[in-house]
């Protein structure tokens, strides 16, 4: 049996997340199948974002840090287009990743995150984008978000690449989501 492809390339869109960025910088890290490369795109943030992004990629050579003029109104389009940047700066590599995730900033993963969709895509080659469940933090305790267990939570998607090329990515869109 060959090995299953591992290679994963990791966008994180974020405009001032300076608050949430350290628990998802030590949260990526802490994967145990880290992205071979993550590219935060900065998207014109007036908070410590970037300074605190670019700190983290000096100590992580996998970290790419791109700064973005400010988009305007914060919405799904700000987000796709920041995606996309990403996606253009991760490109200028040459490498041709496995899978493709999107990442919001203020989101923390378990250890297990990125290994566990990657295992359940290569059990299934069908299976084209997934993602994790969702909990948010009320008060003291944490209450899980369920759109649909069929849903890709927009906040943490994980592609096939094939896939993500046949959909031909995130559109820039005012309404709805990115994807």
């Given at each position: 049996?060959?090995?299953?492809?591992?290679?994963?390339?990791?966008?994180?869109?974020?405009?001032?997340?300076a608050a949430?960025?350290?628990?998802?910088?030590?949260?990526?890290?802490?994967?145990?199948?880290?992205?071979?490369?993550?590219?935060?795109?900065?998207?014109?943030?007036?908070?410590?974002?970037?300074?605190?992004?670019?700190?983290a990629a000096?100590?992580?050579?996998?970290?790419?840090?791109?700064?973005?003029?400010?988009?305007?109104?914060?919405?799904?389009?700000?987000?796709?287009?920041?995606?996309?940047?990403?996606?253009a700066a991760?490109?200028?590599?040459?490498?041709?990743?496995?899978?493709?995730?999107?990442?919001?900033?203020?989101?923390?993963?378990?250890?297990?995150?990125?290994?566990?969709?990657?295992?359940?895509?290569?059990?299934?080659?069908?299976?084209?984008?997934?993602?994790?469940?969702?909990?948010?933090?009320?008060?003291?305790?944490?209450?899980?978000?369920?759109?649909?267990?069929?849903?890709?939570?927009?906040?943490?998607?994980?592609?096939?690449?094939?896939?993500?090329?046949?959909?031909?990515?995130?559109?820039?869109?005012?309404?709805?989501?990115?994807?």
């Amino acid at each position: 049996m060959t090995s299953a492809p591992t290679s994963v390339l990791l966008i994180t869109p974020a405009r001032n997340e300076a608050a949430q960025l350290p628990a998802l910088l030590a949260s990526v890290s802490a994967q145990t199948l880290r992205p071979a490369c993550w590219v935060i795109a900065d998207d014109g943030s007036t908070d410590d974002t970037h300074a605190l992004a670019s700190a983290a990629a000096a100590t992580r050579p996998w970290l790419r840090v791109i700064r973005l003029p400010p988009s305007g109104a914060r919405g799904f389009g700000a987000k796709a287009r920041a995606f996309q940047a990403g996606l253009a700066a991760a490109a200028v590599t040459g490498e041709r990743f496995d899978f493709i995730a999107n990442l919001d900033a203020d989101i923390t993963l378990p250890a297990h995150y990125f290994s566990r969709l990657a295992l359940e895509m290569n059990r299934d080659p069908r299976l084209g984008l997934a993602s994790g469940v969702c909990w948010q933090q009320v008060g003291a305790r944490r209450e899980r978000i369920t759109i649909s267990l069929n849903h890709a939570v927009g906040a943490g998607q994980f592609f096939r690449r094939e896939c993500f090329e046949v959909v031909g990515g995130y559109r820039p869109v005012t309404v709805g989501g990115v994807d």
